[in-house]
C-alpha cells in the first residue's frame, strides 16, 4: 500500500460514507484516517500533525462541519479541508468556505471521480503555499542578511575615510554621507616630506561594487601618494590600475587630486572629469575645472595639470556630485546657487561645510538621491 | 524606461524614454546585447528623450559603445539633452564615445564610419 502521497483524515458519522471515501483514496495512494465525531477529528489533528488534508460531512451530531472548521483555524492550523455536502446545501457550502474551507464536494453518484480530483487539486494548492512561504521566509532572511552586511559594509567604509584631519597649518571642513548607507565618494589628505595631498572622488553609482572600487582607490591613492610627489603621475598610474580592474564595465572614477608645494605656495591640480574645484584667493574664487577624462576608460589618457597660488588664508572647497545635483521640488539643481552660497557664507571650513549643508538640505527638503561629501580646506 | 527602436537604412535607432539611472543601466545593456546577438552592428542612440543621467547611466553608454566597437560595429550618440551633454563634456566621455547634435546627423556619421571601416 502506498502512503507516500499523505496522509488524509475522512470526518463522518456515516461510516458507510467514511470506509467508501477511504477505499478510494487508499487505492489512489493516501493513508486515510477516519473520525465519526468533530472532537475526535481535532484530537487526530492535535495528535497527528502528519495529517496533511480533511475531508468532513457538514450534518453531524454535537459538532456539524461548520463548527469543526472553525475550532480548527481557532487552533491555529492550517491544514486544507474539504466539506461534504448534499444537493441542497449549496448555501451551506459557500458558508464553509467563508470560515476557511478550502474546496466543497456535493456527494452524488460521482464523488468517486471528484474527490480523488478534488484532493489531489486541494493538496496541490497547499503544497505551493508552502512553498510560498518558504520562499518568502528565505528572502527576509536574505534581507535580513544582506542589512546586516551593508550596515557592517557602511561602519567600515566610514572607518576608512578620515572623519577628522589634523593637518598641522590647516583647518578643514569635512561633511560625508552615502545616499544608500554605502557609497563611492572618498577623500583623504596626505603629509608627505615636501608637500600635502589632497583628494577628492566619486565612484560611478552607488551599489556594492561601488563601495568595494571606493575602498581599493582609498588604499591605492594612499599609497601613490606616498611614493609620488606628481599629481600627473599619481592620476596616470592610478587610471592604469583601474582599467585594469574596471575592464569592460563602464564604471569610472572622477577625481580631482591637488599636491602643494608648502615652499612655493603652488597647487598643483588634475581633475579627471570631476565637479568644478574652488579656490578662494583673497577676494577672489577661481574655478578650477576639469582638466581630462574620468579613471576607467582608456589606459592611455592624459591630462593637464593646472597651477595656482593657495597661500596661507586661501581656501580650497572640493565636492561631489550629490551636492550640485540635489534637487528642489521644481527640479532645478542646486549648482546655479552654489557660487552665490561659497561667496557669502563667511566662516571657517568647518561653518562653510554646516552652513552650505543646512542650505542644499533646505532647498531639496533633505531627499539626496546620491552620496554627498564636502571637504574645505583652509591654509591657516 | 521604455524604448523605441526604428531602422534606417541598416543603423538602428534606440530611443529610450526616461531617466538613464542605475536601476536602467541593465536595460539598455539588454537591449544593445539583443541587437548584437541579431547581428546588428550600427547603432544610434539617440538621447533626446533622456530628461536625466547619472554616473551609473554614463557608465551603461560606455558600456554599451564598448560592446558595439568590440563586435566590430559603429555606435554614437545624438541629440543630448543641455544636462546629458554636461555630464559627457565634463567626463570627457564626448571624446570617447561620437556624439551628434541631432538624429539625423548621427546617421550621417554612422554611415560615413561604416564606410571606412569597410575600407570604401
Given amino acids: ?380 | 524606461m521604455d524604448y523605441k527602436i526604428e531602422m534606417a537604412h541598416d543603423v538602428v535607432v534606440l530611443v529610450p524614454t526616461g531617466n538613464l539611472v542605475a536601476s536602467e543601466t541593465e536595460s539598455l545593456k539588454s537591449q544593445v546585447e539583443k541587437l548584437i546577438e541579431k547581428k546588428f552592428r550600427c547603432i544610434l542612440l539617440d538621447m533626446s528623450r533622456i530628461d536625466f543621467m547619472d554616473s551609473s547611466g554614463l557608465g551603461s553608454v560606455m558600456a554599451v559603445n564598448k560592446l558595439v566597437t568590440g563586435a566590430g560595429g559603429v555606435f554614437a550618440c545624438a541629440a543630448l539633452q543641455e544636462g546629458v551633454r554636461k555630464v559627457f563634456r565634463v567626463t570627457r566621455a564626448d571624446q570617447k564615445i561620437a556624439v551628434a547634435a541631432t538624429q539625423l546627423e548621427g546617421l550621417l556619421q554612422i554611415q560615413e564610419r561604416t564606410l571606412h571601416v569597410k575600407g570604401l
Fill in chain 1, 1 to 380: 500500500m502506498e502512503t507516500g502521497k499523505g496522509t488524509l483524515l475522512v470526518v463522518d458519522d456515516d461510516a458507510f460514507v467514511s470506509e467508501m471515501l477511504a477505499d478510494i483514496l487508499d487505492g489512489d495512494g493516501y493513508k486515510v484516517l477516519t473520525a465519526e465525531r468533530g472532537m475526535e477529528a481535532l484530537k487526530k489533528l492535535e495528535d497527528l500533525p502528519e495529517i496533511s488534508l480533511v475531508i468532513s460531512d457538514m450534518n453531524m451530531p454535537e459538532m456539524n462541519g461548520l463548527e469543526l472548521i472553525e475550532a480548527i483555524r481557532k487552533s491555529g492550523s492550517d491544514v486544507p479541508i474539504i466539506i461534504l455536502t448534499g444537493n441542497s446545501e449549496i448555501s451551506v457550502a459557500i458558508a464553509a468556505l467563508n470560515k476557511g474551507a478550502n474546496d466543497y464536494l456535493i456527494k452524488d453518484e460521482n464523488i468517486n471521480e471528484t474527490i480523488t480530483i478534488s484532493v489531489e487539486k486541494v493538496m496541490e494548492k497547499q503544497q505551493l503555499k508552502l512553498q510560498n512561504i518558504q520562499l518568502m521566509e528565505n528572502l527576509a532572511q536574505k534581507n535580513r542578511e544582506l542589512k546586516k552586511e551593508r550596515t557592517l559594509a557602511s561602519k567600515v567604509q566610514a572607518n576608512i575615510l578620515p572623519i577628522k584631519l589634523q593637518l598641522s597649518g590647516f583647518q578643514t571642513g569635512i561633511y560625508y554621507r552615502p545616499s544608500n548607507q554605502i557609497g563611492g565618494d572618498f577623500f583623504d589628505a596626505l603629509e608627505t616630506k615636501n608637500s600635502i595631498h589632497f583628494l577628492i572622488g566619486d565612484i560611478s553609482g552607488h551599489s556594492t561594487s561601488s563601495a568595494l572600487v571606493m575602498a581599493v582607490c582609498n588604499g591605492m591613492f594612499r599609497s601613490l601618494g606616498q611614493t609620488m610627489e606628481n599629481p600627473l603621475e599619481i592620476v596616470t598610474a592610478a587610471n592604469r590600475m583601474l582599467c585594469q580592474m574596471l575592464m569592460d564595465s563602464g564604471m569610472f572614477l572622477t577625481l580631482a587630486y591637488m599636491t602643494l608645494d608648502r615652499e612655493n605656495n603652488v597647487l598643483s591640480v588634475v581633475s579627471a572629469g570631476h565637479n568644478p574645484v574652488f579656490l578662494f584667493n583673497g577676494t577672489d574664487i577661481e574655478t578650477i575645472e576639469s582638466t581630462g577624462p574620468v579613471l576607467g576608460w582608456d589606459p592611455d589618457d592624459d591630462w593637464e595639470v593646472l597651477e595656482f597660488p593657495f597661500n596661507p588664508g586661501s581656501t580650497l572647497f572640493l565636492y561631489t556630485d550629490g551636492l550640485v545635483e540635489a534637487k528642489n521640488s521644481s527640479n532645478e539643481e542646486f549648482e546655479a546657487r552654489l557660487i552665490e552660497s561659497l561667496i557669502r557664507i563667511e566662516g571657517p571650513p568647518d561653518e562653510l561645510v554646516t552652513t552650505l549643508l543646512r542650505e542644499v538640505s533646505d532647498f531639496c527638503g533633505g531627499r539626496f538621491d546620491d552620496d554627498l561629501t564636502m571637504f574645505a580646506i583652509k591654509r591657516l
